[in-house]
């Protein structure tokens, strides 16, 4: 998985339909410090999972994977 900036990747936040958002309990940014969060969407009869920083906006791609 590749780090990009929340604004850049290619599933927004409004190309989706929220389906969950929760902060991942013992994973921290490695810019800031703050507690990750990840957010579930379904698109296209797929889920899509992005973890961020709520802080600094500091992401991770979108990948494939079932929700946690």
């Given amino acids: 998985m ?3 900036d929340e604004n850049n ?3 927004g936040d409004e190309d989706g339909i929220l ?5 991942v309990s013992g994973f921290k940014c490695g810019v ?3 507690n990750l ?3 579930v ?4 009869d797929k889920y899509y999972r992005r973890i961020y ?3 600094c906006k500091y992401s991770i ?8």
Avoid at 19 to 23: L, N, R, T, Y
Avoid at 41 to 44: A, I, V
């Fill in 2 to 4: 590749k780090s990009v």
């Fill in 9 to 11: 990747n290619s599933l």
């Fill in 19 to 23: 389906i969950e958002e929760q902060e």
């Fill in 32 to 34: 800031c410090g703050t």
């Fill in 37 to 39: 969060k990840v957010k």
């Fill in 41 to 44: 969407f379904y698109k296209d």
């Fill in 53 to 55: 920083c709520p802080k």
């Fill in 61 to 68: 791609a979108p990948s494939e994977r079932p929700p946690l």
